[in-house]
C-alpha cells in the first residue's frame, strides 16, 4: 500500500507560481506512474500532469508551457511547479500514484485570485 500527502497549495494572485509536493510512503521508483490531477467545483477530475517509470511526461493542453512535472527518487517526492498561474487554475489538486491499483491522496486546494 502506497501513501501520498500533498503539501504546497495556498492562495496566490494570478500570474504567480506555486509548487505542490507529493510525499509517498514507499519508494517511488517501483511505481508504474505519477500524476497530478485537479477537481474544480462543479467539474469533474481531471488529469493535470503524469509522469511514466521511465521519465516520459504528459501535460494538459491547458497547462502545457506552465506547469512541470518532476520527481525526486531519494525524497519520494513528486512534484508539480505552477506558473503563470491563472483564475481557472483554482482548484483541488490531487497526487496519484499507480501500481497495479491507483493511489490517492487527501488533496490540496489552490485558489488563483484575478
Known amino acids: 500500500q502506497v501513501q501520498l500527502v500533498e503539501s504546497g497549495g495556498g492562495l496566490v494572485q494570478a500570474g504567480g507560481s506555486l509548487r505542490l509536493s507529493c510525499a509517498a510512503s514507499a519508494s517511488i521508483s517501483i511505481l508504474n506512474g505519477m500524476g497530478w490531477y485537479r477537481q474544480a467545483p462543479g467539474k469533474e477530475r481531471e488529469l493535470v500532469a503524469l509522469?511514466?517509470?521511465?521519465?516520459?511526461?504528459n501535460y494538459a493542453d491547458s497547462v502545457k508551457g506552465r506547469f512541470t512535472i518532476s520527481r525526486d527518487y531519494a525524497k519520494n517526492t513528486m512534484y508539480l511547479q505552477m506558473n503563470s498561474l491563472k483564475p481557472e487554475d483554482t482548484a483541488v489538486y490531487y497526487c496519484n500514484a499507480y501500481l497495479r491499483i491507483d493511489y490517492w491522496g487527501q488533496g490540496t486546494q489552490v485558489t488563483v485570485s484575478s
Open positions: 509522469i511514466t517509470r521511465a521519465g516520459s511526461t
